[in-house]
């Protein structure tokens, strides 16, 4: 096991993330620290870091590299971005940090810093083409993906910090200095010609796109604060933009979402993101929880191990990262979620499952059915359930996440107990409810054919004849606690689906 340290120093803010690496290559993050350093506003009118900027800066460094010995860091990875790239002493400060903490400070460019925020999107968001944006203090990187690869970037020097120091915003904003502050954002906007008009979603990275996902959260009464793969209508957006200039400060403090100290540099930001959807034309936004840190992340995984730099398949990676950090048998989840798809496929006329929607859910639900072990063998479906619900299921959208975690919690039997006083049952319809049972039986069928865990089943073949279920085994031995499970599920079969479950077991001679 290895723990791996990740700095970004921003023109915003200084974040730690701190990285376990487990000799399966499962990560988890165990520690995260963020330090408003505001930067990108400690800076003379020659565009020199300030002495309070360096003061700070060391400060914080020194907390950090603390905090890695604390926590028995095996390796750091430190870099910074448009403030100190900017400066004509961000270098000068980049050594006096490495010396005063010993962490070395890399300062990276505009276009290595969009190429890592594609990285932590891309291996995060189920995307395939999207408008990539990193909004950050004093720079905002804008990234064009195309089918999954990045096609085109620049690094544009205007962010939610510096604007808001420039056009002097902090409080009731004048309506001039707005229009200046526009006029110059659309002439760097204008620097990224390929976005213009292409209608893709955007994708929002960085402090900003996360205030402007909360703030849309609390509008829409959203059932989780989960902002990762967070989408919602650019058009609600621009309504509610219309009011925010007009402002003042202690009432943008005030807005539901919006913590407070991101009140102030608000209008300069979500301007940018407004300029950046008229731009484009986008309908959408994807607001994304990963980016440069978990880039940086990726990249160290890809050098390191044998992880791909870009993921082929996000769901996969997602729950093979979970069932390694959690599963007591990986072998047993992968024989139940391959029996579970097994027997979707032979009875898709009995439980009308849609294939596209639900064997993604079957699957994941098979494969970490059992993962609330961990926490506790009694109730673990219950368990197993909320991990699935909390955790970091990359590759599908929040309700289908709700959808599986409910598959999980209900393998031993559909129990609406557990959706009391869910904030999210009242989206589930009735229908779907029933879908979630058969579902769920066909995961308690395939759980009940390794009962045992010891693979005693060779096969299966699931059928049907003569309008009823017929289930055949082939195995070297009668699976006696197999069928006998199997027995226990004869009354469930018959109340969703309609008819009887026959069990058929041919023993093979050795």
């Given at each position: 096991m290895k723990r791996i340290a990740i700095i970004d120093v921003g023109s915003n803010s200084a974040r730690l993330v701190i990285m376990e690496v487990h000799s399966s290559t499962a990560c988890n993050l165990v520690y995260n620290q963020k330090d408003p350093l505001r930067l990108a506003l400690k800076t003379d009118k020659k565009g020199y870091l300030t002495e309070e900027a360096f003061a700070a800066t060391t400060l914080c460094m020194k907390n950090f590299a603390a905090m890695c010995r604390l926590y028995h860091v095996d390796e750091t990875i430190a870099v910074a971005t448009a403030a100190m790239r900017n400066a004509p002493n961000g270098a000068k400060l980049a050594k006096a940090v490495s010396q005063a903490s010993?962490?070395?400070l890399e300062i990276i460019s505009g276009k290595t810093e969009a190429s890592l925020s594609y990285l932590g999107v891309i291996n995060t968001i189920d995307v395939k083409d999207?408008?990539?944006?990193d909004l950050g203090g004093a720079s905002t990187e804008v990234i064009l993906v195309r089918d999954r690869k990045l096609v085109e970037?620049?690094?544009?020097?205007i962010g939610c910090v510096n604007l808001t120091k420039n056009f002097k915003l902090n409080n009731v904003v004048d309506p001039d200095a707005l229009n200046q502050m526009r006029r110059a954002i659309s002439q760097q906007v204008q620097k990224a010609p390929w976005i213009a008009g292409c209608g893709l979603p955007l994708v929002g990275v960085g402090g900003t796109a996360r205030s402007i996902g909360k703030i849309e959260q609390k509008r829409a009464k959203y059932f989780t604060s989960k902002l990762h793969n967070y989408q919602f209508a650019l058009q609600d957006f621009k309504e509610w933009y219309k009011t925010l200039p007009g402002t003042t400060l202690a009432t943008r403090r005030r807005i539901p979402g919006l913590s407070n100290?991101?009140?102030?540099v608000i209008i300069a930001g979500a301007s940018i993101i407004k300029a950046l959807a008229d731009r484009s034309k986008a309908r959408k936004m994807i607001i994304s929880g990963c980016g440069l840190r978990e880039g940086l992340?990726?990249?160290y995984l890809h050098q390191h191990t044998s992880k791909p730099l870009i993921t082929p398949d996000i769901l996969d990676t997602a729950r093979e990262n979970m069932i390694h950090l959690y599963s007591p048998d990986e072998e047993?989840?992968?024989l139940v979620a391959r029996y579970a798809l097994q027997l979707f496929d032979g009875w898709q006329s009995l439980h009308k499952l849609d294939p596209k929607k639900w064997k993604p859910l079957v699957e994941t639900a098979g494969l970490l059915h059992d993962i609330g072990i961990t926490i506790n063998y009694y109730?673990?479906?219950r368990h197993s359930g909320y991990l699935i619900e909390n955790g970091k299921l990359f590759g599908l959208n929040h309700l289908d996440v709700v959808y599986t975690a409910i598959l999980a919690a209900w393998h031993h039997g559909m129990n609406r107990g557990y959706l009391r006083n869910k904030p999210y049952r009242k989206l589930i319809p009735e229908a779907d409810l029933k879908r979630l049972s058969n579902g769920a039986l066909l995961l308690a069928l395939a759980e009940c054919l390794d009962y045992t865990q010891t693979e005693t089943i060779e096969s299966i073949e699931p059928a049907l004849v003569n309008g009823n279920a017929v289930l055949?085994?082939?195995t070297s031995r009668t699976p006696s606690v197999e069928l006998q499970m199997l027995q226990g599920m004869t009354k469930w079969f018959r109340k969703n689906f309609g008819c009887s479950l026959t069990v058929v077991v041919k023993e093979q001679q050795n």
């Open positions: 010993g962490i070395n999207a408008v990539v944006f970037s620049v690094s544009l020097p100290d991101r009140a102030d992340f990726s990249q047993h989840c992968r109730n673990h479906t055949t085994l082939t």
